[in-house]
């Protein structure tokens, strides 16, 4: 058996088994809005076996309250900035968790043709919108100017000359934001880390100032924007201090050399989130760093969460099918693999599993797997879980951020339902797959 010791290096998340004392376990609850009646486990005011029972599993449950209080406090640390928080969809696209964003006064950060398309389906204002990505297509870049959003960030020397074009042919004016490579190390997995020199985001500090000389001298752009975004799942305040440094000293560069549009400083995404007992960034300590160093600027300032918003928010339910005993090891087979949940494959990330009905037996270690046919399909090693036995259902936590998002039908497998809890309602946002969409637009011949 291998040692249950906790990786953690330079990812700050595990799939083995960290030791998630109690009290954590109700700050996770907590965040999410679980708790526990009589060993039943519910959302909110929603005893989660009764959605399981009646929608079938593997199926993500997000609660709506749990998302709002996140915005809420967040949006009202940052009060004492002009702020706009603009949620990166690509955490979790759902229209349904996008509506209630939106009520909030939420903005929207997107990624492509297809999460504009969301976000507008979603009813959000087109002024509210942020574009960023590094590899945006020519169809994309006109979607976005005719469609007329807030800003869009650039991050090339060609892209910038090709949205120009763009502007030009749809005679409209552009609002153009750059975003900045700043260099910063973030302590988080290296896949998720995005402002570091050398990897492909962004635009080096020394190409900003002729970027935004390009866009000074160009008839259909102006430059409202500078941007940066560090990562994802960080959990220190300091990376963005640092960020937020090289961003401010630009903004005097840009400035310097006649740039007068400038109206928003956008610091991007990545405020971690709590999956077992690492730290969690405190939006009120956040906020209170942040704000001394960015009010002087007199700009308004946007942030680009998914993960904080969502994240905690969400569990996916799952069943166990069998138990069984190989090699030495124990094994609990779920209905639910890594085309439902891909993080802890892809990331090695750390979800806690806790049971649908608390039922008292006995502990044992046991990896958590999925029926995918790989063996890096896991859902937790190395796990000390309560003994299960077939049919036991079983949530697993932290999965609304990069969940259902991150799905595939990898081995033909249907992508699972997705539903809202909102106090003690709840509702299918989106009906599990039916295994004819797999195949339905497929042709034998020609
Ligand atoms: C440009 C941009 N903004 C925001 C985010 C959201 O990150 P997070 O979910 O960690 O807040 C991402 C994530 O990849 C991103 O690429």
């Known amino acids: ?196 020199s050398g990897i492909k985001f962004g635009l080096p500090t020394d190409q900003v100032l002729p970027a935004a000389e390009y866009i000074l001298r160009h008839p259909w752009l102006e430059l409202t924007t500078l941007a940066m975004h560090l990562g994802s799942q960080i959990v220190d305040t300091e990376p963005f201090l640092q960020g937020i440094a090289r961003l401010t000293e630009l903004v005097r560069g840009v400035r310097s050399i006649g740039v007068d549009t400038l109206r928003v400083l956008d610091i991007g995404g990545g405020l971690g989130i709590r999956y077992a007992e690492e730290r969690s960034i405190d939006p009120v300590d956040f906020a209170a760093a942040i704000i001394p160093r960015l009010a002087p600027t007199g700009l308004t300032i946007y942030l680009e969460p998914g993960r904080f918003l969502v994240g905690s928010a969400g569990v996916l339910l799952t069943r166990v099918l069998y138990r069984k005993h190989s090699g030495g090891k124990e094994f609990v087979v779920v209905d639910a693999g890594m085309n439902d949940l891909v993080r802890p494959s892809h990331y090695q990330a750390y979800h806690e599993i806790v049971e649908l009905e608390e039922r008292g037996r006995p502990s044992v270690r046991a990896d958590v797997v999925g029926p995918v046919c790989e063996t890096g399909d896991f859902l937790a090693l190395d796990r000390m879980l309560p003994g299960l036995q077939s049919g036991d259902g079983l949530a697993i936590l932290g999965a609304g951020a990069y969940g259902f998002v991150m799905a595939s039908n990898y081995n033909s497998r249907v992508r699972p339902a997705e539903v809202i809890v909102d106090g003690d309602r709840w509702w299918v946002a989106r009906p599990r797959e039916r295994v004819e969409d797999l195949f339905s637009t497929e042709r034998l011949a020609p």
């Open 1 to 196: 058996m291998r040692a249950p010791e906790y990786r953690r290096g330079s990812v700050g998340e595990g799939v083995l088994n960290p030791p998630t004392a109690p009290g954590r376990l109700l700050d996770l609850y907590g965040e999410a809005g679980l708790s526990r009646t009589n060993g039943t486990l519910h959302l909110d005011r929603v005893s989660l076996p009764q959605i399981a029972d009646q929608i079938g599993t593997p199926v993500f449950v997000y609660n709506a309250e749990a998302i709002r209080e996140r915005y809420r406090t967040l949006h009202s640390a940052l009060a004492p900035l002009p702020h706009r928080i603009c949620f990166a969809l690509k955490a979790n696209s759902n229209l349904a968790v996008l509506k209630i964003l939106r009520e909030l006064g939420a903005g929207v950060d997107i990624v492509s043709a297809g999460e504009l398309a969301r976000a507008l389906a979603a009813g959000f204002a087109a002024d509210k919108i942020v574009f960023s990505g590094v590899g945006k297509t020519r169809n994309e870049l006109q979607a976005a100017v005719k469609a007329q959003i807030g800003h869009l960030n650039l991050e090339s020397p060609e892209e910038l000359e090709l949205l120009g074009r763009v502007a030009e042919h749809e005679r409209r004016r552009v609002h153009v934001g750059i975003r900045v490579n700043p260099d910063v190390t973030t302590d988080t997995h290296p896949y998720i880390s995005t402002g570091k």
